[in-house]
């Protein structure tokens, strides 16, 4: 009976030194993927002045899920090879720990924004060195979808990636877009700009009366929802009826974005929105000055720079047709923003 005692303490005592080696062994690792993260984070942000070589930017992220939409955090490199560096030390920490979702979601945000830009041959080969796809693929395309997938399997309710898939969908594949969006509702059946981005969704796929109802059910949620002002004028025009309405809608957006221009002057994002309102309006040279506005303060601001363009290559002699073939552009360039 002594015998088998000794035994078992024996045991138990080289359990426990296993259970403080393991527990040792996931300290370090631990540690090894926060200073790998950091690192990432850091290079895919090295042209904002701001960012603290020394800050433990992944515990934020960890306390407080919301910073990961917060344009506090929006990433802008130096060179598109820290891109690529960046995605390397990411595929590190998923050596690591290959349920680490952080790290298959910024290697899709890298993907996504990179997809947005329609980066130059040359650099598209820098991506296509990272992957197995040959150029008769969308590399950027599939690599987002893919690590965004990744994210959900392993947390089906991390909404950030789900908002994140949607709009990549709503380029290739509305369909898949629409269901997305209705688990996106469900999971936050109380926020205003999910209901704005299915009406867009629904405008899409030719769903008007759906549409319009998700727009107005938006604007009961947060009567200062100004990207829901705008869409919703967008959609009237689009249908090319109730231009009073959308006119109605557009001075809302306006209103809205010039009151908080005195709080906050330099955010490109009330730029945009008053020179898209001023789309809508047919008012082309004010559109075009807000909408430089916004470029001049965030100079990679896609979206605005598209618009931009277009204005510019638009005659304005006929001013009916022409903004219709404004608001008949695909969906995505006016569902985000």
């Known amino acids: ?40 984070f850091k290079l895919i942000s090295s042209k904002k002045i701001d960012i603290d070589s020394n800050h433990n930017y992944l ?17 802008v490199v130096q060179n598109d090879e820290d891109y690529i560096q960046a995605l390397e030390i990411f595929d590190e920490i998923i050596e690591l720990n290959g ?70 969908y709503e380029k290739e594949n509305i369909d898949l877009a629409l269901i997305d969006c209705n688990k996106l509702i469900y999971l936050n ?18 769903k008007k009366k759906e549409s319009i109802n998700d727009f107005k059910f938006s604007l ?20 090319s009826e109730k231009k009073e309405l959308a006119r109605e809608n557009f001075l809302k957006a306006i209103e809205l974005a010039e009151n908080n221009l005195i709080t906050d002057p330099n955010n490109p994002m009330l730029y945009y929105f008053i020179g898209y309102a ?30 931009i363009e277009l204005i510019s290559n638009t005659t304005i002699n006929n001013k009916d047709i022409k903004v219709d073939d404004l608001w008949r552009l695909p969906i995505c360039m006016f569902r985000i923003y």
Request: aromatic fraction near 16%; glycine fraction near 4%; hydrophobic fraction near 40%.
């Open 1 to 40: 009976m002594e015998e088998n005692n000794k035994s078992l303490i024996t045991v138990n005592s080289s359990l426990a030194k296993i259970e403080k080696q393991i527990a040792i062994g996931e300290k370090i690792i631990n540690k090894t993927i926060e200073e790998l993260f950091n690192k990432a």
């Open 59 to 75: 515990s934020d992220f960890l306390k407080d899920e919301t910073l990961l939409h917060s344009e506090k955090f929006s990433f």
């Open 99 to 168: 349920s680490f979702k952080l790290a298959y979601y910024f290697k899709g945000l890298i993907y996504k924004k990179n997809y947005n830009r329609r980066l130059s041959n040359e650099i598209y080969d820098l991506f296509l060195k990272k992957s197995n796809l040959d150029k008769t693929n969308d590399l950027f395309y599939i690599e987002s979808i893919d690590n965004f997938s990744k994210v959900l399997e392993i947390d089906s309710e991390f909404v950030y990636a789900l908002f994140e898939r949607i709009d990549l």
């Open 189 to 206: 059946p109380n926020y205003s700009d999910y209901y704005r981005i299915r009406a867009n969704i629904l405008i899409g796929l030719d």
């Open 220 to 239: 009961e949620l947060d009567r200062n929802n100004i990207r829901a002002y705008n869409n919703l004028g967008r959609a009237y025009l689009l249908w």
């Open 278 to 307: 001023k789309i809508g309006l047919l008012e082309f040279n004010d559109a075009n000055f807000y909408l430089k506005k916004s470029v001049q303060i965030k100079s990679e601001f896609y979206f605005a720079g598209l618009l």
